[in-house]
């Protein structure tokens, strides 16, 4: 099966601290994703990656960065956290091609205060 | 650009009830299409696709067409459980520009 593991279910951060979520697929998947789910407004692409050191942006990307070094691991940087970015953040991940379907993990809660 | 519209829920039956949740699309081309389910404290997991025009995909009894003339993929399953309680989210994509958008998500609570 298919796993999508990221390192934190719940975190609690303060505004103004940098935020690290970290992303590990084990499916050797080239495409990566970072969403942002929010009641009422679904899933909205924050940035996502097709291969090892590529990214591009999705439709909200202000406030964060990413980073994928090795093709196994993505991960998405808020370099200073802001409460409007408390939410639920989603990895997933893709093979390249046909079909896609998405895989993603169980997400991770931040809260900022 | 790419979008897609669900119903807005939340949306309540009661068990062994038919379920309906409208999905409609905005693409050029041919995009793949899916139906993915969240259920309390987890992440997505695909329930079914389809990937050209007429097909059906099906799962789990629900079922889905990919109707071109209509730009629709209508999510149905004809007897709800109280366990198919979850938000449900209708996506497409488009490979040429890897462009995966998703539906805000329509929450279904099932009563028994």
């Known amino acids: 099966d298919v796993k999508v593991t990221q390192s934190s279910r719940y975190l609690v951060k303060r505004t103004g601290e940098k935020v690290f979520l970290e992303c590990v697929q084990d499916m050797d998947h080239e495409n990566m994703f970072w969403y942002r789910q929010d009641p009422g407004l679904g899933l909205r692409l924050i940035y996502f990656?097709?291969?090892?050191?590529?990214?591009e942006k999705g439709d909200i990307p202000e406030g964060y960065s990413v980073s994928r070094e090795k093709k196994e691991r993505f991960s998405l940087i808020l370099e200073s956290a802001s409460t409007n970015q408390t939410s639920m953040y989603l990895c997933?991940?893709?093979?390249?091609?046909?079909?896609?379907?998405?895989?993603f993990g169980e997400g991770s809660w931040l809260t900022v205060v | 650009g790419n979008s897609v519209t669900q119903m807005e829920g939340p949306v309540t039956l009661s068990e062994e009830a038919f379920l309906t949740i409208n999905c409609t699309y905005t693409?050029?081309?041919?995009?793949?299409l899916f139906w993915y389910v969240q259920y309390p404290g987890e992440g997505l997991q695909l329930l079914l696709k389809a990937t050209k025009a007429d097909d059906k995909g099906s799962n789990k009894g629900f079922e889905a067409t990919y109707r071109k003339e209509t730009t629709s993929f209508h999510l149905e399953k004809g007897s709800v459980q109280v366990s198919d309680s979850a938000v449900y989210f209708c996506a497409l994509y488009r490979r040429n520009n890897n462009d995966m958008r998703f539906g805000a998500g329509t929450r279904l609570t099932v009563k028994p």
């Open positions: 990656s097709y291969d090892v050191k590529m990214k």
């Open positions: 693409a050029t081309g041919y995009p793949s």
């Open positions: 997933a991940s893709s093979f390249g091609g046909t079909g896609n379907t998405i895989y």
